[in-house]
C-alpha cells in the first residue's frame, strides 16, 4: 500500500519559514519524480514544483521560483519544500505527489498524500 505523509505546515507569520516534509512508503521511491501541489480555499489545485527521482531536475511554479526549493533524499524516501519569505498568499493545503516524470498537472501524478495546511497571517 503507498503511502504519502506530509508533516511540516502551521501558522506563521509573513517573512517566515517553513520546511515540509513528505515521507514515501510502499513505493520505490528513487523511481519516481515527486511533486508539490497546493490549493487555496475555493481555488484549484495548483502546481508548485516538482523534482525528477535523481534529483537531477526540478521545476517551479513562477510565484514559487526564488523562495521555494524543493529537494529529496532518496535513502530517507522523502521530499522536502523549503518555504523563505512565505507571504498571506501561499497559504493553502500543500499536498505531495508522486509521478514517472516531473509534470505540471495534478492528474499526471499517481500518488497523493492527504496535505498538510500553511496558513501565512499578514
Known amino acids: 500500500q503507498v503511502q504519502l505523509v506530509e508533516s511540516g505546515g502551521g501558522l506563521v507569520q509573513a517573512g517566515a519559514s517553513l520546511r515540509l516534509s513528505c515521507v514515501a512508503s510502499?513505493?520505490?521511491?528513487?523511481?519516481?519524480?515527486m511533486a508539490w501541489f497546493r490549493q487555496a480555499p475555493g481555488k484549484e489545485r495548483e502546481f508548485v514544483a516538482a523534482?525528477?527521482?535523481?534529483?537531477?531536475?526540478?521545476n517551479y511554479a513562477d510565484s514559487v521560483k526564488g523562495g521555494f526549493t524543493i529537494s529529496r533524499d532518496n535513502a530517507k524516501n522523502t521530499v522536502y519544500l523549503q518555504m523563505n519569505s512565505l507571504s498571506p498568499e501561499d497559504t493553502a493545503i500543500y499536498y505531495c505527489?508522486?509521478?514517472?516524470?516531473?509534470?505540471?498537472?495534478?492528474?499526471?501524478?499517481?500518488?497523493w498524500g492527504q496535505g498538510t495546511q500553511v496558513t501565512v497571517s499578514s
Open positions: 510502499g513505493v520505490t521511491f528513487s523511481s519516481y519524480a
Open positions: 505527489a508522486a509521478g514517472p516524470w516531473v509534470l505540471l498537472l495534478p492528474r499526471q501524478y499517481r500518488y
Open positions: 523534482i525528477a527521482w535523481s534529483g537531477s531536475n526540478t
